[in-house]
Every structure is written in structure tokens, then in C-alpha cells.
């Protein structure tokens, strides 16, 4: 593989997490109602996502491991409007650059599914297999070709605690799809689907947080804002209990964690943060999602509005309950 390949695949891909989520977010975008995730050696030896998503084209594959193609724009005008999590097209020729990758693939129109291998961007030829509607990628010795990145791994168990993280974040964003995950032959988490958020949310966090969350709904223009905060006598020393996400997307943004501090200002101890669950909508117009490779980053148009609208929708929550 070139040079200025593997460049950009460290950016994308920094460890085996930023591999699981960038998969993961292929099969949301597949229209997938079913996905599963298996991890070996906290990633490193194995990551295998099957989804039951769209499936691609045989004649799309090259494209699909090229590098900067993607099948979700058209034009330049669309990186202005959004609706897909992926849109960069980097993921899969990145992967593919430090890694082996398998992927066996194929839609509803054909009986026979593809198969096709890349060691270090190097691609055999697309064979035929058996297999389901949906894609299953399989990637194995991640970072085998670039030594220094894979020095600066961590033990498989702190690797699959990034996955785990990574895998709750898309998990908590679409409870419609079913979701499983498994590290080594453990069954780590097996989500049927749901129309009820908070049922997602107590199969990760458990009946304690389910049972203090309020919830909360405020719709102002085109900026939609829903989920739950916790009671805040249901607290956390750290703040890695606050999701939030944008158009699906999970961010962590300054600004609006900031707005969460303050609304519950004075309602908790000092050393405490809030506990939320937050689906924000807003036109993708009105957001930039491409300040960072990794998309958790956004730039909002109207950052301000969203900001009071959080306040003051989690003022108006606590004012109108009795808290404990
Ligand atoms: P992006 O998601 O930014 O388009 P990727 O490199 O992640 O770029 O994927 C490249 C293309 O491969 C996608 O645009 C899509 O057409 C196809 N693709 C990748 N994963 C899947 C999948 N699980 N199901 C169907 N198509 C997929
Ligand atoms: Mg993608």
C-alpha cells in the first residue's frame, strides 16, 4: 500500500473500536434490522459484523474498498446534507489497508452472494459463495503492516472495553435494530428490538437508571430534542453517562454538556454529574458532521438556540416534578 494510504487510514482508524464503529455504521446504513458483532483478543485477532442490511452490487465491491468512494453522495452539495452516518467512503479502504479483510455480500436480486479478500490493500479476485442477503465482514491482524500502531495497543481487555463502548453508543442510537455482541465464545449483549428507548437503555445501565429517568420532549422550529434525564438523585462522579445524540449520530459536544451542568445546577452534589439520554433532530443542513474523520465532533449553525433550548427544557423538567 502507498504511503499517503496508510496516512489516512491512521486517522480513521486508530484502534480496534474505530473499526467497530465504523462497521457498525455501514449496517445502520444498510437499512439492517439485525446486526451482530463477534470480537477475538479484544479485536485485534478478530472483529466479524453480519448484518442483514441491502447487501452490495458484485460489480460495486471494487468501489465499495476504493479509497474516498461512497455510494451515500452524489454530489458536494450533499456533504451539506447528511442523512447517512458514513458519507466519507474512507472506512472500508482504510480497514483494508492494515488488516485482512474478508467480506461476503449480496442483495435480494441475485441467489448467489461475493466474496472478496484484501491483505494490506491488496484485493484478490470477487469469487462466488453462499450466503444470506446482507454483508459479513470479518477483519483479522489489524495493524499487522504498520508495527507502530500496533505497539500502541493496549491489552486485548482494554481494546474490547473501547469496542464495548463503541458498540453501547450505536446500540443506545437505534433500538429498532437488534443488536448481539460477543467477546470470545461470551455472549456480552443480546438486544432484541424495540420501540420503547428506555428499554434499550435499562438492558445496558440496568433497573437503577432506567427507573430515575424523566422524561423529557421539547420541539422548537425545525430542532426536535427527546430522551430522559435522571433524577438527580441518581448521579455519576464522571460525566460518561450523558448520550447524546444528533441525527443519530453520537457527539460529545462542549457547549450542550455545559447547558446539562447548568440546568441541574445546585440540584446535585459537588463532584456529581447529570445522567441523560438525549435524540436531538435537527435539518442536516444545519449541521457540519465533517470537522473530523471520526464525525463525533459537529459544528452546529445555530449552536446558541440548541443550547437554551436544552436549559431550558430540563429547567422547565425539574421545576413542574418533585424530585427526591
Ligand atoms: P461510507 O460509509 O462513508 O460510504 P465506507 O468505506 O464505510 O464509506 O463504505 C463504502 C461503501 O461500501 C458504502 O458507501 C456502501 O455503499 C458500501 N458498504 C459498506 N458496508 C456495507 C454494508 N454493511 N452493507 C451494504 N453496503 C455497504
Ligand atoms: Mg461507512
Not at 37 to 58: A, K, P
Not at 95 to 113: F, K
Request: with cysteine; glycine share 8%.
Amino acid at each position: 500500500p502507498s504511503l499517503i494510504n496508510k496516512i489516512a487510514a491512521g486517522e480513521v482508524i486508530e484502534r480496534p473500536a474505530s473499526v467497530v464503529k465504523e462497521l457498525l455504521e455501514n449496517s445502520v446504513d444498510a437499512g439492517a434490522t439485525s446486526i451482530e458483532l463477534s470480537i477475538e483478543g479484544g479485536g485485534i485477532d478478530l472483529i466479524r459484523i453480519s448484518d442483514n442490511g441491502c447487501g452490495i452490487d458484485e460489480e460495486q465491491i471494487p468501489l465499495a474498498i476504493a479509497s474516498h468512494a461512497t455510494s451515500k453522495l452524489e454530489t458536494a452539495d450533499d456533504l451539506f446534507d447528511v442523512h447517512t452516518l458514513g458519507f466519507r467512503g474512507e472506512a472500508l479502504a482504510s480497514i483494508s489497508e492494515v488488516s485482512h479483510l474478508t467480506l461476503r455480500t449480496r442483495t435480494a436480486e441475485t441467489d448467489a452472494g461475493s466474496e472478496l479478500s484484501v491483505r494490506g490493500g491488496e484485493a484478490t479476485a470477487i469469487v462466488p459463495t453462499g450466503c444470506p442477503v446482507g454483508t459479513i465482514i470479518e477483519v483479522r491482524h489489524l495493524f499487522f503492516n504498520t508495527p507502530v500502531r500496533r505497539k500502541f495497543l493496549r491489552t486485548p481487555s482494554t481494546e474490547a472495553g473501547h469496542i464495548s463502548e463503541a458498540f453501547t453508543r450505536i446500540a443506545l442510537a437505534f433500538p429498532e435494530i437488534q443488536f448481539t455482541m460477543r467477546s470470545g465464545n461470551r455472549v456480552q449483549y443480546e438486544l432484541p428490538a424495540t420501540e420503547h428507548w428506555k428499554d434499550r437503555i435499562r438492558a445496558f445501565f440496568g433497573d437503577e437508571v432506567a427507573d430515575a429517568l424523566m422524561e423529557v420532549e421539547s420541539i422548537q422550529d425545525d430542532a426536535s430534542l427527546r430522551g430522559y434525564v435522571a433524577d438527580p438523585s441518581v448521579s455519576r462522579s464522571n460525566n460518561r453517562m450523558q448520550y447524546i445524540f444528533l441525527n443519530g449520530r453520537h457527539i460529545r459536544d462542549r457547549s450542550l454538556q455545559h447547558a446539562l451542568g447548568e440546568a441541574y445546577r445546585g440540584l446535585l452534589m459537588v463532584g456529581r454529574f447529570p445522567i441523560c439520554f438525549l435524540r436531538m433532530n435537527l435539518s442536516p443542513q444545519k449541521v457540519d458532521v465533517n470537522v473530523h474523520p471520526t464525525k463525533m465532533e459537529v459544528r452546529f449553525q445555530e449552536g446558541g438556540k440548541l443550547y437554551s433550548q436544552l436549559l431550558k427544557t430540563l429547567r422547565h423538567q425539574f421545576l413542574t416534578t418533585d424530585l427526591t
